[in-house]
């Protein structure tokens, strides 16, 4: 291994774990002109095999963490790629105690962005400035260029976009990292961003099923038909490597390789911290929640096989019609909008809660490159928020507005059509039934906030005036003001 004892100081930036998301990171930098990267891993193995791999990249490599802090220049900046948690913790807790005030640590780890609200508060009684940054794009974007979503504050943006904005990846000429707010802004925005993906791959999962099952569809030709999406306004990472997914011939039974994959879809983390903050923040993302679900009822097989066992017959598969790809483009695409919506209406109400003054222009332009949902769609997102930030919801955005009414029909058709024939679509339906519940006239919440007044007394407010109003349920029935 190197010895640092000549390089103290040398460095501008240090990685600290060096597992796959930490060396290509390191990489990454270290591969970008004016960067000098000081390495550390806790146990020396992965560090070896990083400098025997590309030492040709000039790392400064430490076998202690002393070594290494020695290693950076002031103000010394260290990302810590380590496994979230407890590790992130334990490597924070050794790097504060040798770090001084003014200097960075950036945590570019999957963390709660709560746990990134305590550690900066924690460290910043040391001066010490902490920094959460969300990183997307797996290992593949760790080293050619992710999307980055860093929080903290202004001042530690400073020193460190340079050094992020460097590696980066680049969108429309654009470097796809931005100051997204305050301590913990930057996980939470990641958090929306994975949550949003969970979306987007459900809603291509059931169109996917749908071509199988009523348009009856080999996955090759179903491969050919994504492909084709993919050069219209669904073009995303997504849909490209689904094509790929579905065009894969599984070389041991020689048949796809999706009939070969069992059929119960796992979650980490993100997707399930997006609903549930969500739900506190009081933000219907139903979309991701459906997509979270669904993954948790793909993975009951004991329910799936009870319910299977009491069957008599299951609904006849409705006629495929002429228009039916075209009507699961545009049912998709209807979804989609409303998925984006919502998460976008969670970053709102986070920035909300928590006082983080959030552009969320520049968060669709951060995700046009180098993450899981970079899409030829957010450009439109973009457009929408430059216009005007004040939006309520991005379905008022006129070009919003204008693709929903597009495929408005060809969506109501698919909802019904995959319900008629007993095929589950609980995002494609989710997000139609939530974009009818904003476009009601009435809804039925009126009935339940009687129902909440009569076993509560939870009152209610009425149409023809101000005032909170009880009716007396178990007395006279009149209605009294209860201000
Ligand atoms: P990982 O498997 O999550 O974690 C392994 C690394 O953490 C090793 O370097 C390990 O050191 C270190 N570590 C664990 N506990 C430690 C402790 N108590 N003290 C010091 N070091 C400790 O690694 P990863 O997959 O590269 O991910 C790193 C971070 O990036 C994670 O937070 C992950 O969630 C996030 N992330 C991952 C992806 C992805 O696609 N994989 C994408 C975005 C973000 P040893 O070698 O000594 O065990």
Request: one cysteine or more.
């Amino acid at each position: 291994m190197t010895s640092t004892d000549h390089a103290a100081g040398s460095a501008n930036i240090g990685v600290v774990g060096l597992a796959v998301m930490g060396s290509n990171l390191a990489r990454n930098l270290a591969s970008r002109e004016g960067n000098t990267v000081a390495v550390f891993n806790r146990s020396p193995e992965k560090t070896d095999t990083l400098l025997e791999e590309h030492g040709d990249l000039g790392f400064v490599a430490s076998k202690s963490i002393e070594d290494f802090v020695a290693s950076l220049a002031t103000p010394r900046t260290a990302i810590v790629m380590v496994q979230a948690g407890k590790g992130t913790d334990a490597v924070i807790d050794q790097l504060a105690d040798l770090f001084e005030e003014g200097d960075i640590i950036l945590d570019g780890g999957n963390a709660n962005f709560q746990d990134t609200r305590r550690r900066e508060r924690d460290l910043a009684e040391k001066g010490i400035n902490f920094v959460g940054v969300g990183i997307s794009g797996g290992e593949e974007g760790a080293l050619k260029g992710p999307s980055i979503m860093p929080g903290g504050s202004a001042k530690a943006y400073e020193t460190i976009g340079p050094i992020l904005a460097s590696i980066a990846a680049v969108a429309e000429g654009e470097p796809c990292v931005t100051h997204v707010g305050e301590d913990g802004a930057g996980h939470f925005v990641k958090m929306i961003h994975n949550g949003i993906e969970y979306a987007d791959m459900q809603l291509i999962a059931e169109s996917y099923d749908l071509l199988r099952r009523i348009g009856g569809h080999e996955p090759a030709q179903i491969a050919d038909v994504f492909a084709e999406w993919n050069s219209g306004e669904l073009e995303s990472y997504l849909i490209e490597i689904t094509a790929e997914v579905l065009r894969q011939v599984d070389a041991k039974t020689g048949g796809p390789l999706v009939d070969s994959i069992l059929d119960q879809a796992g979650s980490k983390g993100t997707g399930v911290w997006t609903v549930q903050n969500a739900v506190g923040l009081g933000v219907p993302v139903s979309g991701i929640a459906e997509a979270v679900f669904a993954r948790a009822v793909s993975s009951k097989p004991d329910q799936r096989a009870a319910v299977r066992a009491t069957l008599q017959g299951r609904p006849e598969v409705q006629e495929r019609t002429d228009s039916f790809e075209d009507d699961v483009r545009k049912a998709l695409y209807a979804s989609k909008v409303v998925a984006y919506a919502q998460g976008f209406d969670a970053i709102v109400a986070g920035a909300a809660e928590y006082d983080w003054d959030i552009d969320k222009s520049a968060i669709a332009k951060i995700w046009r490159g180098g993450c899981i949902i970079r899409a030829q769609f957010l450009n439109r997102i973009v457009d929408a928020y430059a216009k005007d930030a004040g939006i309520t919801t991005l379905l008022e955005d006129d070009f919003f507005a204008a693709a929903i009414r597009d495929g408005e029909d060809a969506w109501r058709r698919i909802v019904a059509t995959a319900a008629l024939s007993g095929i589950p679509v609980p995002g494609f339906a989710s997000a139609l039934s939530y974009y009818d519940s904003l476009a009601s006239e009435r809804l039925p919440a009126a009935l339940v906030q009687g129902q909440r007044d009569f076993f509560g007394a939870h009152t209610y407010q009425r149409v023809d005036g101000e005032g909170t109003f009880h009716t007396l349920w178990s007395g006279d029935r009149s209605e009294v003001t209860t201000d």
